[in-house]
């Protein structure tokens, strides 16, 4: 049964068209890389998924339900999250509320008001950050404030706030920019158990060729807004018209 | 032993009769200290120079002589800023922090309002508040028995200046301009007394505060075929609106509050002002009266320079005569209740700025008397003598 | 299991409370002018509960609004028309006032979800004015431009006379305020704020309907003003438009900025100093400083202001507060505090 079903998107602005009859399925369980040129249209596309962007044409379901009737802050409740490519949180709040922020759809006004009364509530709603940084590996930070920490830390935050809301699906805008290649390999092993252990499906843009060809299950290419090849990390590592795309881009840089 | 005896009751004596001597904040045996609230910062605060400096020009000669029961009078000044709030702060330190025996000359309405509650608590007298609002003689109010005004109100003047006009011209028909705020509305009350006693309407035409075009309410004035019009504005409305009569060709006889006696009328008008008629329940500063005379007389001795005078510096000058009055008619050790006795007795006393002023338990306006000024060939000239 | 949020000292909490209430008694015994000075004080606990409201907004939500002052004057009037000439008992007159003020913050919410920033600024601004003629248009019940009389509050049968009782009142009502300010910040509900100020992207993302919670926090910021405008009207006996200007707004910004925008603390602290600099220290340098600044009284403050502004933005932009937290950990690390180098 398919999951996460784009068909024949299109969207441009004032004229830059950012995708073109884009369309692909993703099923659930898998981890599917979107990978590309800058300005190919991957955060775009996100963006699209996530309410920010009305395509023009097409269509996105997510479990039959159509994503572009929504509004952006209705797509957490039906199971999808996601992370930013340029650092979007909360500096001068501690880890452990940036990380909260993302469970605010879980928490009723209810909660909020025993919260206000009684410390027991407060225990729980730390309790629900505290997994999810011991599974990150960021727990003993949780009272630091965020403005200052180390950028892959704030990096983790984000992914940390995206998987608190329990998930059915995340999206990952180049969770492992910036990063050195120890911190690459272990944001690698995370999208891996993300899959693995927490049973959520992963739809990740990235840069870094091994990391993605480590880990995805398919991999879709795009370029200038089209999608170039689909399919198998060997099958797209081969394909002609990537390799020239990605020469191309390397003679560029 | 004895000696000891009779030294210690002597000294006990003397500090009881010490005791009793000096029982009022803001009085010493050498200084009777007044508080004054004026506008430094706020819209008015030209006068909020003006008038004080009036005012110490006239203490300063008093202090001179020996000041009042041999202490000398001294002012301190503090800022509203046209705003009743900072005027509130300005009379609890006045009252609490610097410990003043009296208030005088506070200036604007809405800022006399706001310290009625003070003045209530601590049974601080205010003397001549610089308002013309006929509320602040209204008994009934809070404190209304510690407030002595000395301004004839709008309410009477709109009385007297209606009885001239039909005294005139019986079949005058009045028309009056109005500013939509609490000045408007004690003119209007004065203007619905004049109705009533004489039976006749009068047409209103209200403009907002700060308003600068009165091409509307001049073409109703002459639609309504108006003969006399009362301007209850200040300087800006008089002009505009007799030039846009002009203008228009329609020309009435004006009349206005006392405002709008500002000399500055007469110079922006130009020969549209020409006729102009305004109120004033002071004798001018340079009327051959006793009052005006010594005013001229301390201006030259102090050197006050020629821009500075005029009617808002003879004003601090004017009012403070009352003061001064009433301080001499408190008891040589005065107490509040004591100034507030004093001003009491006053019963048609002339100081020689002002026309007769009498107060007494059941009536605090001081003056409700003025007399008419028109503009003939530039110059105010005195037409009339007090009217009541 | 002692929260992992409380990152500050509750222990010294107590304590303080006890020191605002012993103040007057210390202040009586001290001064003779104890009651201008305690007047004083009652004004700065006012506008510390706006500006505890007004900080929710522009610092934690990132809203700003240049219209605060209106905001005092719904809820000190409609407490004075509700009282005074409804007569509805004071004790209610607390809950209703504010939610009236409220209401009006939900109605300038409305253009705050399409525009931002200065342009906010001006439309917030622009209600003030707004908010003013009516109140002069409605002179029946407001007594127009001459203002009206305001009676004193009575809670319980106790009648709140003098500047000593309403020391008590207010400042009961601060303490409660900053604690549900302080409840507030560190709820879902503050986070969603603070998502707004930082990231929208990020709010949606995490569910946060932007509009809802604009709303809501002009909501909650109405509610803080209104409260204080209540207990304004019913303390000074008097309230009037002229008070209610845009100058005023402006100074609620600056104590919010000074205090450190986005502290609860913060916007306390800034109120105190602002209030205390205006009525106790600038009018006890001015006569020494007249004599070689020649600026007339007006001018004088608003250039003092403008200049301790200037200095906050240029050395220390987290305001006082900030400055207190410097202090603070640098106590907390004595004496081994790592050594500033001059390179
Ligand atoms: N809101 C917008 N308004 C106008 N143009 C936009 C907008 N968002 C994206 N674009 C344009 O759409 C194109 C695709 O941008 P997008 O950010 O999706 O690229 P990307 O593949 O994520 O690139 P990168 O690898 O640099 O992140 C670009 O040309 C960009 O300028
Ligand atoms: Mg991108």
Redesign the pocket.
């Known amino acids: 049964m398919s999951n996460l079903s784009i068909q024949n998107l299109h969207i441009h602005?004032?004229g830059?068209v950012?995708?073109d009859e884009v369309s692909f399925d993703i099923k659930e369980g898998e981890i599917f890389s979107l990978i590309?040129?800058?300005?190919?249209?991957?955060?775009?596309?996100?963006?699209c998924i996530n309410g920010f962007?009305s395509p023009q044409r097409g269509s996105i379901k997510y479990n039959n339900v159509d994503l572009l009737a929504r509004r952006p802050h209705e797509i957490v409740k039906h199971g999808i999250s996601r992370t930013f490519?340029n650092l979007q949180n909360v500096p001068f709040m501690t880890l452990l509320d940036n990380i909260l922020l993302g469970a605010h759809h879980r928490l009723t006004m209810r909660d909020t008001f025993t919260r206000w009364i009684s410390r027991k509530e407060r225990g729980r709603e730390e309790a629900l950050a505290l997994e999810v940084m011991d599974f990150l590996g960021i727990a003993n930070f949780e009272k630091k404030y965020l403005s200052g920490q180390p950028y892959g830390i704030q990096k983790l935050v984000e992914i940390a706030r995206a998987l608190i809301c329990k998930p059915k699906l995340i999206l990952m805008?180049?969770p492992a920019a910036g990063m050195n290649d120890q911190e690459t390999l272990e944001i690698g092993k995370i999208i891996s158990e993300i899959r693995d252990i927490l049973n959520i499906t992963v739809l990740v843009?990235e840069?870094d060729m091994n990391l993605v060809m480590n880990i995805s299950d398919r991999i879709c290419v795009?370029d200038s807004?089209r999608i170039l090849a689909m399919g198998e990390p060997e099958e797209v590592k081969n394909h002609p018209k990537v390799i020239k795309v990605f020469l191309g881009d390397e003679v560029h840089a | 032993m004895k000696r000891y005896v009779s030294i210690i009751i002597m000294a006990a004596l003397a500090w009881i009769r010490c005791e009793n001597r000096v029982t009022s904040p803001g009085v010493t045996d050498t200084e009777i200290l007044i508080g004054n609230i004026q506008d430094l910062s706020g819209p008015i605060k030209e006068l909020g120079f003006l008038i004080p400096s009036g005012t110490n020009m006239y203490l300063d000669y008093i202090n001179a002589q020996g000041g009042v029961h041999g202490r000398q009078i001294k002012m301190l000044i503090e800022d509203h800023g046209y705003n009743p709030q900072k005027a509130v702060v300005a009379a609890k330190k006045l009252i609490e922090k610097d410990q003043v025996f009296a208030l005088y000359n506070v200036i604007g309405t809405s800022t006399t309002e706001a310290i009625r509650p003070i003045l209530e608590e601590s049974g601080v007298p205010l003397v001549a508040p610089a308002t013309m609002s006929g509320t602040m003689s209204d008994l009934s109010r809070k404190a209304g028995h510690l407030i002595f005004h000395t301004d004839a109100g709008y309410d009477v003047q709109s009385n007297v200046l209606v009885d001239y006009i039909l005294e005139q011209n019986a079949n005058a028909k009045i028309g009056v301009v109005y500013q939509d705020d609490d000045y408007g509305a004690n003119v209007l009350k004065g203007i619905a007394e004049a109705e009533e006693r004489h039976g006749i309407t009068i047409q209103r035409e209200a403009y907002q505060r700060g308003a600068t075009d009165f091409v509307g309410q001049t073409g109703n004035l002459m639609k309504g075929g108006i003969t006399d019009v009362i301007i209850g504005g200040i300087v800006r409305e008089p002009v505009t609106i007799m030039k846009t009569s002009q203008a228009m060709k329609y020309s009435p006889h004006f009349f206005g509050h006392a405002p709008t006696v500002d000399a500055r009328v007469g110079l922006l008008a130009g020969d549209a002002g020409e006729g102009f008629t305004s109120c004033y329940f002071a004798y001018l500063p340079d009327s051959d009266k006793s009052g005006p005379a010594l005013y001229r007389e301390l201006c030259e001795k102090n050197n006050v320079p020629e821009k500075m005078r005029g009617i808002y510096h003879y004003y601090g000058f004017a009012t403070a005569h009352i003061l001064v009055e009433g301080l001499r008619r408190a008891e040589e050790y005065p107490t509040r209740e004591g100034l507030i006795n004093g001003l009491e007795t006053l019963n048609n006393w002339e100081s020689g700025t002002y026309p007769p002023i009498t107060f007494n338990k059941n009536d605090h306006a001081g003056v409700e008397k003025i007399m008419l000024l028109q503009i003939q060939g530039g110059k105010q000239v005195a037409i009339t003598g007090w009217l009541e | 299991m002692k929260g992992r949020y409380d990152d500050e000292n509750l222990k010294w909490i107590p304590v303080l409370i006890l020191a605002i209430f012993l103040f007057p008694f210390i202040l009586k015994g001290a001064t003779s002018s104890y009651k201008y000075y305690l007047y004083v004080l009652n004004i700065a606990g006012i506008y510390m509960i706006l500006t505890i409201g007004l900080d929710l907004l522009s610092g934690f939500t990132g809203l700003m609004s240049l219209g605060h002052a209106a905001f005092l004057a719904i809820g000190a009037y409609s407490s004075a028309i509700l009282v005074d000439q409804v007569g509805i008992p004071f004790e209610l007159s607390i809950f209703i006032s504010p939610v009236i003020a409220g209401l009006f913050g939900l109605v300038i919410g409305f253009p705050a979800l399409r525009i931002e920033g200065m342009y906010l600024g001006l439309t917030t601004m622009g209600f003030g004015f707004i908010v003013k003629r009516l109140i002069i248009a409605l002179r029946e019940w407001t007594g127009g431009s001459a203002g009206m009389p305001v009676s004193k509050a009575t809670i319980f049968g106790f009648t709140i006379n003098n500047d000593w009782d309403n020391y008590f009142m207010i400042y009961s009502f601060v303490i409660i305020s900053v604690i549900i300010a302080r409840r507030i910040v560190i709820s879902k509900l503050g986070r969603a704020f603070m998502a707004i100020r930082d990231s929208e992207q990020a709010a949606q993302a995490s569910g946060i309907n932007l509009a809802k919670y604009k709303m809501l926090s002009f909501f909650i910021s109405g509610l803080f003003a209104g409260f204080a405008g209540v207990l304004f009207a019913h303390t000074s006996h008097f309230i009037s438009t002229d008070h209610f200007d845009i100058l005023l707004s402006i100074y609620f910004i600056v104590m919010v900025l000074i205090g450190g925008a986005g502290s609860i603390y913060g916007a306390v602290l800034g109120t105190l100093f602002i209030v205390l600099m205006e009525n106790l220290f600038i009018p006890l340098f001015k006569d020494g400083l007249a004599k070689y600044i020649h600026l007339e009284a007006g001018d004088f403050q608003a250039f003092i202001f403008g200049f301790i502004m200037l200095l906050f933005i240029i050395f220390q932009p987290l305001g006082l507060y900030g400055m207190w937290l410097k202090i603070r950990i640098y106590w907390k690390l004595f004496p081994f505090n790592p050594r500033r180098r001059s390179t």
């Open positions: 602005f004032s830059v950012a995708l590309g040129p800058n300005g190919s249209g991957k955060s775009t596309l996100f963006n962007c490519q805008d180049e843009v840069h795009l807004g």
